[in-house]
């Protein structure tokens, strides 16, 4: 099995040539560039492309693919909504991805984001280094005693309710297949959630029907002083809308993983850049949002779990034995 790597990072070259070492079958070369109509072409030749969830998979690359004679498209990720299945069904591409690989990873960043924007912890980091040790801006509240409300209470939103059970919090949420293991959450509408939840953190796929579920009519449901998270993705949040609430004073605080438009930024330094949307710097320029750069899953604990289970699968297809968890299509 020869695989070919797009966007090659130094810590994926460690993480896979970690887990290689028990698989000495499987040759990956590693490519720095991203996957794209041009680069695609590159796999000729090889069995199988590597690629993540910044990564472009749409109609044109994927027939590149399919006409270098690649069968299978590994995702070293959860989420496909960046590939188009459509057209790999119509090319008889295979896609397969590492659902689950650390949902505890995903939901800490949660409640990671989720305190330091309450505690206000990015605006002190900053005044306490020019000796301002003034408390003016930074009052916080407590989340013992308050309500979290999970919108998705799958792999990533179950580890994060537990999390907020944790902290003292009542859990309640909102999702098509309420998970019977998680007996201590409310189950309940989504506008009920929205309307009755200190802490909103989203956890569900981006889907066709969820494209901006928090938009100015959701947001209107929420408490004014809500905090607000997206580990999940950008497009979750119509974000013009957001920022024009922010702007009216709603949320005490907003913590963002993933963003509209973040895909030209993902993993890159661009502080050289001049870059080509306003989003990251309108929301930055309030004092209550934080962002961070899809870097939720970026644990130890989190990388091993995809690399092994990406050289799995490997493995699996070319023995024609496929984990049904993991195929997408
Ligand atoms: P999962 O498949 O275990 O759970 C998703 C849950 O959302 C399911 O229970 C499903 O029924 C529910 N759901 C689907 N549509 C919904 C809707 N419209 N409203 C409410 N609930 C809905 O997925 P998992 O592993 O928990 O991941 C969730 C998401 O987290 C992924 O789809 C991905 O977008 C995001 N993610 C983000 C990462 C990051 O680094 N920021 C890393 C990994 C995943």
Do not use: W
Request: net charge negative.
């Amino acid at each position: 099995m020869k695989i070919l790597f797009y966007d090659a990072k130094p810590y994926d070259i460690d993480s896979f040539e970690k887990e290689r070492k028990n698989d000495p079958d499987i040759e990956i070369e590693y490519l720095t560039a991203d996957i794209s109509v041009r680069t695609a072409a590159l796999a000729k030749g090889y069995d199988a492309v590597c690629a993540f969830v910044s990564s472009q998979l749409d109609a044109d690359v994927l027939k590149e693919l399919a006409d270098a004679g690649v069968g299978l498209l590994l995702m070293r990720c959860a989420g496909f909504n960046n590939v188009d299945l459509k057209a790999a069904k119509e090319l008889k591409i295979t896609v397969l991805r590492v659902p689950g690989y650390s949902p505890e990873a995903v939901a800490e960043h949660a409640m990671a984001l989720a305190m330091a924007v309450n505690r206000r912890i990015h605006k002190e980091y900053i005044k306490v280094r020019e000796n301002n040790f003034s408390l003016v801006g930074l009052m916080g509240i407590n989340f013992h005693g308050r309500t979290a409300g999970i919108i998705g209470t799958g792999k990533i939103g179950a580890a994060m309710a537990k999390i907020c059970r944790g902290f003292g919090m009542r859990v309640i949420a909102y999702d098509k297949y309420p998970n019977s293991s998680l007996e201590f959450v409310e189950y309940m509408e989504l506008g009920e959630v929205l309307s009755n939840s200190d802490l909103i953190s989203l956890h569900c796929p981006l889907t066709i029907e969820n494209y901006h579920m928090i938009n100015k009519e959701s947001i209107a449901r929420m408490k004014q002083d809500a905090v607000l998270i997206n580990t999940s993705r950008g497009e979750l949040v119509d974000t013009d809308d957001l920022i024009a609430s922010i702007r009216n004073h709603k949320f005490h605080g907003v913590g963002l993983d993933v963003y509209e438009e973040e895909r030209e930024n993902v993993f890159e330094n661009r502080e050289d850049d001049i870059l080509e949307s306003s989003v990251v710097a309108r929301l930055l320029s309030f004092p209550n949002v934080i962002v961070t750069s899809h870097q939720a899953f970026f644990t130890e604990e989190a990388l091993s779990a995809i690399s092994r289970t990406t050289l799995s699968n490997a493995k699996d297809y070319e023995n024609g034995s496929l984990n049904q968890d993991n195929i997408v299509l």
